[in-house]
């Protein structure tokens, strides 16, 4: 373990990556599929010899491996990893080009969930693959979100954190320079992964008793914990375990809604219920807000119709919309199958653009959640009602305490920076695909699901599905790219650009 400390975090998650090739060619070997059986073993088995090769190399030099160029190998992981995921992959299908294999290891690995494959187009041990490469992404922003991000105060730890993004706070600054990042982030390992898979398993046996067959029960768990909205049969409004199964998947949906399951906050030494928590809450008032909102729409309109008094579509229409509202929130997006019963009730059908303001919004901070988080949001809602309550009371006196303070002054100013950046980001990938050839509202809905890491807003927030399937591999790259910015966040790439990363 010591050794395997001493390498590289990058050759690390290499090692990991290929080792994990071992699992779907043990599938397809079962399932007597020889083919994707011998596309994965070869794969992984070539790549461990190669990464075994390299840390024998590498065994006798000591490296650097400050937080800073973690963060680094982090960024590189997300944009090279793909591509060794992508060979496996690509032997196995087939039918394809290797762009459009690696956009797909991206969009899985970042946990967006894009996919440009038809569901019946894949295989049992592809689909499994697809499933397993975004489980893994999403450990590993769990992870790295506690080992990494957090004693950098990144990734929504700078609005309560005491430092500075990209500094330590200074109550912690004594202990987290002694302690080896390294060691930190295999500690954090070894916290999180019995969580993470102990949740994934939990959930796979609770689908299998409602019905669902083995694989999709797998892809399904694997993807509500990664928040990634794979599956293999198209959406989890196709499970066969009805709406039983989408209870389980809608309770499993609250773990990317707050970080306290397990990590505390940066800035306070005590840790807060899970009740206290704003993220938590938010994104409790959230679910029940604006699935009550869109019911109201669709109860009014189904007076012109003569079906306002079906208690039982009305009943259903209630929860497809609050499925459907924490699904993107937490940038999973799944759709409910009752999501289509409040339009067959009212003759309303449910804006797009509801679903882009969710997953914009997005999940916790530290969880595998993408979008703006939570907690930026709460930071400006603070913000903003303290500027009212001085315009009503201009002699008021704000709460005392220093948690209220940074949320309201600091923390909401790196909050705002925070979103100036994102904006400008989105507007800069809405740009780009549009000189790229791309119209506007569909440029703009994939600027959206790419940055915000919801794949699923591509078949769903347009009037109608957007075939990038189709479209050229220069749009493909260009997306993997901005999917790959929405994961690590542009404040996280401006820490880098600090002179610390780049000394010797």
């Known amino acids: 373990m010591q050794r395997l400390l001493a390498l590289p975090l990058f050759l690390v998650l290499t090692i990991i990556t290929c080792a994990s090739m071992i699992l779907p060619a043990a599938v397809a070997l079962a399932g007597e599929d020889f083919h994707d059986a011998r596309s994965f073993f070869y794969a992984g088995l070539v790549g461990l010899v190669l990464c075994v090769m390299i840390a024998v190399a590498q065994a006798t030099r000591v490296h650097n491996q400050s937080a800073l160029r973690q963060l680094l190998a982090l960024l590189a992981a997300f944009l090279v990893l793909p591509a060794i995921m992508a060979v496996p992959f690509y032997e196995a299908v087939r039918t394809t080009t290797f762009v459009n294999a690696y956009f797909e290891m991206v969009s899985s690995f970042t946990t967006t969930g894009a996919t440009l494959f038809e569901p019946s187009r894949l295989s049992a041990t592809e689909h499994?693959?697809?499933?397993?490469?975004?489980?893994?992404?999403?450990?590993?922003?769990?992870?790295?979100?506690?080992?990494?991000?957090?004693?950098?105060?990144?990734?929504?730890?700078?609005?309560?954190?005491?430092?500075?993004?990209?500094?330590t706070a200074p109550a912690d600054r004594g202990r987290r320079a002694i302690a080896d990042p390294a060691r930190r982030l295999s500690r954090s390992l070894h916290a999180l992964l019995p969580v993470y898979a102990?949740?994934?398993?939990?959930?796979?046996?609770?689908?299998?008793?409602?019905?669902?067959?083995?694989?999709?029960?797998?892809?399904?768990?694997?993807?509500?914990?990664?928040?990634?909205?794979?599956?293999?049969?198209?959406?989890?409004?196709?499970?066969?375990?009805g709406i039983a199964g989408e209870v389980i998947?809608?309770?499993?949906?609250?773990?990317?809604?707050?970080?306290?399951?397990?990590?505390?906050?940066?800035?306070?030494?005590?840790?807060?219920?899970?009740?206290?928590?704003?993220?938590?809450?938010?994104?409790?008032?959230?679910?029940?807000?604006?699935?009550?909102?869109?019911?109201?729409?669709?109860?009014?309109a189904s007076f012109d119709v003569g079906d306002e008094e079906n208690l039982i579509a009305g009943i259903r229409a209630y929860w497809g919309a609050m499925f459907t509202t924490l699904s993107f929130l937490t940038t999973t997006g799944f759709i409910s199958a009752d999501w289509s019963t409040a339009q067959n009730w009212s003759g309303l059908s449910t804006p797009?653009?509801?679903?882009?303001?969710?997953?914009?919004?997005g999940g916790g901070v530290a969880t595998t959640a993408g979008g703006v988080k939570l907690l930026r949001v709460f930071?400006?809602?603070?913000?903003?009602?303290?500027?009212?309550?001085?315009?009503?009371?201009?002699?008021?006196?704000?709460?005392?305490?220093?948690?209220?303070?940074?949320?309201?002054?600091?923390?909401?100013?790196?909050?705002?920076?925070?979103?100036?950046?994102?904006?400008?980001?989105?507007?800069?990938?809405?740009?780009?695909?549009a000189a790229l050839g791309v119209a506007f509202e569909p440029s703009f809905v994939l600027a959206i699901a790419a940055?915000?890491?919801?794949?699923?807003?591509?078949?769903?927030?347009?009037?109608?599905?957007?075939?990038?399937?189709?479209?050229?591999?220069?749009?493909?790259?260009?997306?993997?790219?901005?999917?790959?910015?929405?994961?690590?966040?542009?404040?996280?790439?401006?820490v880098m650009l600090n002179p610390d990363m780049w000394r010797d």
Not at 352 to 361: M, S
């Open 198 to 241: 102990g949740l994934t398993l939990a959930m796979w046996i609770l689908l299998q008793v409602l019905g669902d067959s083995p694989l999709v029960a797998l892809c399904h768990a694997m993807s509500v914990m990664a928040t990634s909205g794979i599956s293999p049969v198209g959406g989890a409004q196709f499970a066969t375990s």
């Open 249 to 300: 998947l809608f309770l499993f949906m609250f773990f990317a809604l707050s970080r306290l399951t397990f990590s505390g906050d940066t800035g306070n030494s005590s840790r807060s219920g899970l009740r206290d928590d704003p993220e938590f809450r938010m994104g409790l008032v959230i679910v029940v807000t604006v699935p009550t909102v869109l019911f109201l729409r669709h109860w009014l």
């Open 379 to 433: 930071a400006l809602y603070l913000n903003g009602l303290r500027e009212i309550e001085k315009l009503v009371y201009p002699s008021s006196v704000g709460r005392s305490s220093i948690m209220s303070r940074r949320i309201r002054k600091e923390g909401a100013f790196i909050a705002w920076v925070f979103f100036m950046l994102f904006a400008l980001t989105l507007a800069a990938v809405a740009l780009g695909l």
């Open 451 to 494: 940055l915000t890491n919801t794949g699923p807003l591509i078949a769903v927030a347009a009037e109608a599905p957007i075939a990038v399937s189709q479209m050229g591999a220069g749009i493909k790259a260009f997306l993997g790219l901005a999917m790959v910015l929405g994961r690590v966040e542009m404040l996280a790439l401006f």
């Open 352 to 361: 797009g653009l509801i679903l882009l303001g969710l997953a914009l919004i």
């Open 128 to 167: 499994l693959w697809r499933a397993q490469v975004g489980w893994l992404g999403g450990l590993l922003m769990w992870v790295a979100a506690a080992a990494i991000l957090a004693p950098l105060t990144l990734g929504g730890f700078e609005v309560t954190a005491l430092g500075e993004p990209g500094q």
